[in-house]
């Protein structure tokens, strides 16, 4: 329910929309008693749908609030108009910096702007203690009078108050810019996620493209938590080396790598700029000799962004929507024949595969030889071509041709994208490209199809395959919205959740912080098992949260057990494991866990 043009809201009187996204609506209003206009923020519905958010949302609007910088939209109050809590914030006449950046290439003096602008506020509300989460283009907002403001600082940090469905995707923000341990869903975030973003920023002026860009979210999220950063150079040889030194510690996947704090990182770019001193003729950025060789003494570099990024999004839109949809049949059938071209006939896969783990850890296999499996594999990049070893498309299985075909001709059919999304699991070609299809057909389903959630999750569940099947599972959990959850649905997510903790790359499609909107407790768990191979004090931590939020739950109990075989203690995890395999309440393959483990201890 949104507010109405004209409508009065307290002592606001909407005058316009401004925008909308798929967190809140974003209204122009006049305030009359100090004759000014504002902006009011009103909050998609399914961030309030719990009776304790309003209390939440209250407190953590008070932190936003108080951060008082010139490069900073104010937050002037929160209210709430008919159940509706909405924050009311200063009216910025102008545009976004990603406006900007559609309309043609920024001078030197814009750069300059953007970094100082930015980096200030960063820096400021870094050390009140607040991230931003989603620094980007489009929360850079251009005053009429060429002023900058970074708008939406904390929202995120305001949406986690939340348990709704809806805060795991706002705290997402955009996956260009998105941080790898945000990425991760990691609850410890820290200014390196906010440099990291600021970083990718200050990459798109300078490289003239984002680092990473894919047809699919998940995509561009593997990317920044697995995949080399591009270098700068390679993608655009114009940008001089100390410029790309700068962008690469920036950037770095570890945040201890990274620069320690924004100003730092505001230094390093603005000392590497001077010391380049070299035109940059082409397709970045242009940079004038010198400040020794500038006639006019101008400490500023003349750094002039491309304009492939605008030509691209303007082309874009004249495309019909049919055109789109014969693009996306080309390009899927172009990946998969790439795909299906790599790696068959080389040596066999871990026995740790992400996408085919076993519902239960072997007997014959100690609990402290267990390993995380290892990560999706980077994008291809035309591996095959011209290695007449590789097969090719004719050697793929009949049944991944057949759900290839089935897709090419029912592109809107969410059972074709399954099909195919099952394919290429079972042909153990690609992972990412089966997750991706899994995604396009849920997405294709709808979010509260529960029968199609609960084929798909039953379907990979048959199959071992715990990652696939969480994901569908935690849809389906929450596709239920307030209705109550069937015992065989929660008991089957639980398995699901528990078991994909084995898989390196589970955070990477089923968030940690989605989880904790259906079950905090899970949450806890599914962290805690995660960090078991590789932070033993983290999961004993995050066990104790469970254990705390929700007492006698056997997932934890099972937990505790495996954290005491990891920690070398086998008589105190037989004690525990005793327990579970007897007790009648235990769901089943919790059981069947523990009497797998006992037969390892004994």
């Known amino acids: 329910m949104s507010f109405n043009i004209g409508e009065n809201v307290g002592p606001y009187r909407i005058i316009e929309q401004l925008g909308q996204g798929g967190m809140a609506t974003v209204y122009k209003a006049y305030h009359a008693s100090l004759d000014r206009y504002v902006a009011l923020k009103v909050l ?7 009776q304790t958010f309003i209390t939440r949302f209250q407190r953590e609007a008070r932190v936003v609030a108080r951060l008082e910088h010139p490069n900073i939209v104010p937050i002037y109050d929160y209210s709430e108009h008919e159940s509706r809590p909405f924050l009311v914030m200063k009216y910025i006449e102008g545009d976004t910096l990603k406006a900007r950046l559609n309309q043609g290439p920024l001078t030197s003096e814009e750069i300059e702007q953007v970094v100082n602008s930015v980096g200030a506020a960063l820096a400021y509300a870094h050390k009140q203690g607040i991230l931003h989460r989603d620094v980007k283009p489009s929360n850079v907002m251009i005053a009429t009078d060429g002023a900058m403001y970074l708008a939406d600082f904390g929202l995120a940090r305001i949406a986690e108050a939340g348990e709704s469905t809806m805060s795991s995707d706002s705290i997402m923000g955009t996956p260009q810019y998105i941080s790898p341990e945000q990425a991760m869903g990691k609850k410890d975030l820290d200014a390196g996620t906010d440099i990291y973003s600021f970083g990718v920023m200050l990459y798109e002026m300078v490289v003239g493209q984002v680092p990473f860009s894919a047809d699919t979210p998940f995509s561009i999220i593997h990317d920044h938590i697995y995949t080399p950063l591009p270098l700068p150079k390679k993608v655009n040889p114009n940008v001089p080396e100390p410029v790309q030194r700068v962008l690469l ?3 770095a996947k570890d ?3 990274r620069y320690t704090a924004t100003e730092e990182l505001m230094t390093a770019f603005k000392e590497a700029w001077t010391e380049a001193g070299v035109p940059m003729q082409g397709t970045a950025i242009v940079m004038r000799s010198s400040m020794s060789k500038d006639k006019t003494g101008s400490k500023r570099q003349n750094f002039i962004q491309n304009e ?3 030509a691209i999004e303007s082309r874009s ?20 024949i790439a795909l299906l071209a790599i790696r068959k006939n080389r040596s066999a896969p871990p026995p740790n595969q992400p996408i085919a783990a076993t519902a239960i850890i072997p007997a014959t296999v100690a609990p402290t030889q267990i390993l995380p499996a290892t990560p999706l594999p980077p994008p291809e990049n035309g591996e095959a071509a011209g290695n007449p ?4 498309f004719q050697n793929a299985s009949p049944e991944l041709k057949a759900a290839i075909e089935l897709v090419a001709k029912n592109p809107n059919d969410p059972d074709a994208h399954l099909n195919l999304s099952i394919a290429l699991l079972e042909s153990k070609e690609n992972a990412r490209a089966a997750m991706e299809e899994l995604v396009q057909a849920a997405n294709l389903a709808g979010p509260d199809n529960k029968d199609f959630l609960l084929k798909a999750a039953e379907k990979f569940k048959e199959r071992g395959a715990w990652v696939p099947a969480a994901g569908m599972y935690l849809r389906l959990n929450q596709a239920y919205h307030n209705e109550i959850v069937p015992m065989e649905v929660r008991n089957n997510f639980h398995e699901a959740v528990y ?7 589970m955070p990477l499609f089923v968030l940690f912080e989605r989880i904790d909107n259906v079950d905090p407790g899970l949450g806890h768990i599914a962290r805690g098992r995660y960090a078991l191979y590789n932070d033993i004090g983290d999961a004993q931590i995050q066990l104790a949260k469970a254990e705390n939020m929700t007492p006698k739950m056997h997932e934890a109990t099972l937990l505790k057990a495996e954290i005491e075989m990891q920690s070398g203690n086998q008589a105190e995890a037989k004690n525990t494991l005793l327990p579970l ?3 009648p309440q235990t769901p089943e393959w919790i059981r069947l866990m523990a009497e797998n483990y006992l037969k390892t201890i004994q």
């Open 249 to 251: 510690k920036a950037l």
């Open 308 to 310: 492939k990024a605008a």
């Open 499 to 505: 078991k994909a903790t084995e898989q390196k790359d």
């Open 581 to 583: 395999s007897s007790d």
């Open 317 to 336: 839109k004249k495309f019909s929507p049919w055109m789109w949809v014969s693009i996306g049949l080309v390009a899927l059938l172009c990946l998969t």
């Open 389 to 392: 070893n590789l097969p090719t």
């Open 44 to 50: 998609h519905p399914a961030f309030h749908q719990d």
């Open 255 to 257: 945040r201890l790598d």
